[in-house]
């Protein structure tokens, strides 16, 4: 049972969390179901102890997880949401960044354009006067 649990624990971190209603985070199993809470019967070292686990009993998807640390996992879930938003504003700002660039790179060769047909233009009237 405990290789089943190891087993079963570590493929359960595709999970979602969803709101939470009092004190435990409701869980959604790979049914997309809200996972219940269910305690250990068996003999044994976690006997009494609380997980989530797949609302189709017996026939499961596979879903499991330890209710302490469910808490450990919204909070880290929450966490990779807001660094996701984060990213998703570094990439706009980023891409504003990027089209100021183009806009100063396209200004500057328009200003490099305009100094070398300026300086040309005063070669050549030096050439004018001084073949007069």
Not at 29 to 58: E, L, M
Not at 59 to 73: L, N, Y
Not at 109 to 122: G, L, N, P, Q, W
């Amino acid at each position: 049972m405990a290789s089943q649990q190891s087993m079963n624990s570590g493929s359960s971190s595709m999970s979602k969390s969803r709101s939470r209603s009092g004190s435990m985070p409701q869980l959604v199993c790979y049914h997309n179901d809200i996972a219940p809470t269910r305690v250990v019967k068996h003999d044994g070292p976690t006997r009494g102890k609380q997980f989530y686990g797949c609302s189709h009993w017996p026939r499961t998807c596979g879903f499991f997880k330890w209710a302490d640390e469910s808490d450990e996992i919204a909070e880290l879930e929450l966490e990779n949401s807001l660094l996701q938003e984060k990213v998703k504003e570094l990439k706009q700002t980023n891409l504003k960044k990027r089209n100021q660039l183009e806009e100063i790179l396209l200004e500057n060769s328009v200003t490099r354009e305009a100094m070398y047909t300026a300086t040309a233009d005063k070669k050549l009237y030096v050439f004018l006067l001084m073949s007069w």
